[in-house]
């Protein structure tokens, strides 16, 4: 097995075992998603994806492929359980998904594509840490950290390591530990 497969492999078992303690706290009514985030994460990550493959990202995109799956499944379940305060920020989150999405489909410029879909990701989290600050407990941040962890994975799962290839997950291996740490801050200084 190569070490770009093994990496792959690891990646997308994190990947699918980290969203079972979110998925099972979802019904547990302890996490309440935010339905915009998860549409949003599910459009970008396919799109991200697909970018990827096209810039030859190999065995590096496996995980986000399983992730789109169960981005969609959560944003499903999200809207039964899921947080129903959508605002006015979140629905321009989401435009600007679709206009990543349109950028790749019709213009086939993986650049601009990968640019637009980091940007957005990063924006689309941004409702997320909101509700991660004022309601902790609405979250479950060892999947953010482990969300992080695997994507450092798929990154040494890269079989062409170029902007297109690797930035997205980049961003992805910052954004996702930094919602667990808001998430840990939060519920430390409210128990103090």
Known sequence: MSTH????ILATTIALANKIPYIADIYRLKTTP??????????????G?????SGGA??????????????AFIFLLSLRYGTKNITTFDTICFIG????????FFLHDAFLSILL???????????????????PYSETPIMYLFAGI??????????NITFTTSF????????NPLCAGIIWFRRAKLNN
């Open 34 to 47: 935010h339905s915009y985030s998860w549409l949003i994460w599910t459009l970008l990550q396919g799109t």
């Open 97 to 104: 998904a679709l206009i990543a999405t349109g950028v790749w």
């Open 58 to 71: 190999g065995f590096g995109v496996a995980s986000l492929l399983a992730g789109t799956v169960l981005c």
């Open 5 to 8: 497969a093994f990496f792959a």
């Open 150 to 159: 695997g994507e450092g994975f798929a990154l040494l799962a890269l079989t």
């Open 49 to 53: 994806a697909l970018v990827m493959l």
């Open 168 to 175: 997205y997950l980049i961003t992805l291996v910052i954004t």
């Open 117 to 135: 879909i980091s940007a957005i990701d990063f924006i689309a989290f941004l409702p997320t840490f909101r509700k991660a600050y004022e309601e």
